[in-house]
C-alpha cells in the first residue's frame, strides 16, 4: 500500500482542547449572525486584562454600531455579555489568549469554512499534513514542529488557517517580522507549496479581527511570504454569516 496524505491532529479532543465557555459563546453567536460584527470589535479591542467597566462599555458601543445587532432583544445581549464574561475569565495553559481560541474555534466550527463533498476530505485543528505509511507511522510533510491552527485535506484540495484575534502583532514586531511569526509564515507557506507540487489546489490564510491590515499585507509581500493571503474581521465575517 502506498504512503498517503492526510492531517494529523496533536491537540485533546475538541471537548477537552476548546472550554466549554468559548464553545458557548461561539455556538451562541453562529446561531446569531447579526452579532458577529459587534463580536469581533469587542474581541480586537478589549483585552483580558481590562476592567470590568471598560468591558461592558465597550460592548454596548459595539452592538449599538451595528444595525442587526441593534435588533436583537435585552435577553440576548445579556446572554451575550454573560458569555463573554465567562470567556474572559478562563486561565488557559501557557497564558494563551482565550480570543485567539474563540477565532480558531469559528474557523473550525462553521460548517461555511471547508465542509467539501470532496474525496477523502477532513477538517482539523491543531494539525499538520503528514504522509501515512504503509507500517501504519507517520512522517511530516514539511519537517517543521508548527501547526495550523484548523486546516481541511482532501484528494483534491488543502487550505491551512493561524487564526488571531489580530494578525498585526502576531506578525510585526518593531515594524518588521517577529521570529515567532518568520517560523510560522515558512511552515505554513512550505506546507501549500509542497501541497501545489503533488497536485492539490492549496491555500493558506492568516485570519484575524483586524479592519485594516493592509500594513500586513506589504510586510508579508516585502518577506516574500506570497502564498499566505489574509482574512480579516470584514472578510471572516462574510464567511461565516
Not at 7 to 18: I, T
Not at 93 to 105: A, I, L, M, T
Not at 140 to 151: E, G
Request: glycine letters at 6%; aromatic letters at 10%; one cysteine or more.
Amino acid at each position: 500500500m502506498a504512503a498517503v496524505l492526510t492531517l494529523v491532529r496533536e491537540a485533546p479532543d475538541p471537548a477537552v482542547y476548546f472550554p466549554i465557555p468559548v464553545r458557548n459563546l461561539v455556538e451562541f453567536v453562529l446561531a446569531r449572525p447579526g452579532l458577529l460584527p459587534a463580536l469581533f470589535d469587542y474581541l480586537a479591542s478589549v483585552k483580558v486584562t481590562d476592567p470590568e467597566s471598560v468591558r461592558a462599555e465597550v460592548l454596548d458601543v459595539s452592538l449599538r454600531k451595528y444595525p442587526r445587532a441593534k435588533r436583537y432583544s435585552r435577553v440576548v445581549r445579556a446572554e451575550l455579555w454573560r458569555l463573554l464574561n465567562s470567556v474572559y475569565a478562563l486561565k488557559l495553559p501557557g497564558n494563551k489568549d482565550p480570543r485567539g481560541v474563540v477565532v480558531e474555534y469559528l474557523v473550525f466550527q462553521s460548517d461555511r469554512i471547508g465542509n467539501r463533498h470532496e474525496p477523502q476530505y477532513v477538517k482539523e485543528y491543531e494539525c499538520s499534513v503528514r504522509w501515512r505509511l504503509p507500517n501504519g507511522q507517520t512522517k511530516r510533510l514539511i519537517d517543521s514542529k508548527a501547526t495550523f491552527d484548523v486546516a481541511w485535506l482532501s484528494d483534491i484540495s488543502f487550505r491551512g488557517y493561524e487564526c488571531k484575534c489580530q494578525v498585526a502583532p502576531f506578525v510585526s514586531w518593531s515594524g518588521g517580522l517577529s521570529s515567532g511569526a518568520r517560523n510560522k509564515l515558512q511552515f505554513m507557506q512550505g506546507t501549500v507549496l509542497e501541497l501545489r507540487k503533488l497536485g492539490r489546489d492549496s491555500r493558506s490564510y492568516l485570519v484575524g479581527l483586524d479592519r485594516s491590515v493592509e500594513d500586513v499585507r506589504e510586510l508579508l509581500a516585502a518577506e516574500n511570504f506570497l502564498e499566505i493571503e489574509i482574512v480579516d474581521g470584514d472578510q471572516l465575517e462574510l464567511l461565516l454569516a
